[in-house]
């Protein structure tokens, strides 16, 4: 496989479900990147994670938990979400020090019901 | 904070004829880099172009190109020679150079007419 990968590409879960998004990248890049896609709104940042360590959280709130266990592999914890936080969730990567152009996965779509 | 802005959320071009997609910025730093994203239908986000802001000549890649008019705070793409395959969601992106943030627009969408 190359560059970034995602799975599940799409997941519905409940409110009161706790679930899981896997990122992995091939492409030996040192950062890695969770963004939300709404629907009419511009792409927000997440988190960064620069060698395994998180270097931002963007004000998100609690119920999404991120981990980094190596420089390839970015997770999503979710618990307790809510409908609002239906979406396509996107990942991606980049080589900080380098060309630093972040290159993205296919995204999964979450649904809450 | 910087900003970036698509004031065209939807634009149509003719096939094989040419389009060019607006994009305008907002920063004070002198360091950074900006990207033009492809979002097809498929989702998977899609590097379309980059530009330095320390580099003054346009980039250019095939049938893309940008005016980049740093002191307008512009970076417009211009795809040349449509075809239906550029049919989708593009994504203008700042990036600092102090911080490493990317900033996206709010997109524009693309239709290819035959």
């Known amino acids: 496989e190359t560059g970034v990968t995602q799975t599940p590409r799409h997941l519905v879960m409940g409110m009161t479900n706790k679930k899981s998004l896997k990122c992995e990248q091939h492409l030996g890049h040192n950062a890695m990147y969770w963004y939300k896609q709404s629907a009419k709104k511009p792409l927000e940042l997440m988190f960064v994670?620069?060698?395994?360590?998180?270097?931002e959280n963007n004000s998100v709130p609690s119920r999404f938990s991120p981990e980094c266990p190596n420089s390839s592999h970015l997770f999503l914890h979710l618990h307790t979400l809510q409908p609002e936080d239906s979406a396509l969730y996107l990942c991606?990567?980049?080589?900080?020090?380098?060309?630093?152009?972040?290159?993205f996965g296919p995204g999964t779509r979450l649904l809450v019901l | 904070a910087q900003t970036v802005t698509q004031s065209q959320p939807e634009m149509s071009v003719q096939e094989a004829e040419t389009v060019t997609l607006s994009c305008t910025y907002d920063t004070s730093e002198s360091d950074y880099y900006l990207f033009w994203y492809k979002q097809p239908p498929s989702r998977q986000m899609i590097l379309v172009i980059r530009?330095?802001?320390?580099?003054?000549q346009n980039a250019t890649e095939n049938r893309f190109s940008v005016n980049f008019q740093k002191a307008a705070k512009s970076f417009s793409l211009k795809i040349s020679d449509s075809q239906l395959g550029d049919a989708a969601m593009y994504f203008c992106a700042y990036r600092s150079g102090n911080t490493g943030k990317l900033i996206f627009g709010q997109g524009t969408t693309l239709q290819v007419k035959p």
């Open positions: 994670y620069n060698f395994k360590e998180q270097t």
């Open positions: 991606a990567s980049s080589q900080e020090g380098g060309l630093e152009t972040q290159y």
């Open positions: 530009q330095e802001a320390y580099k003054q």
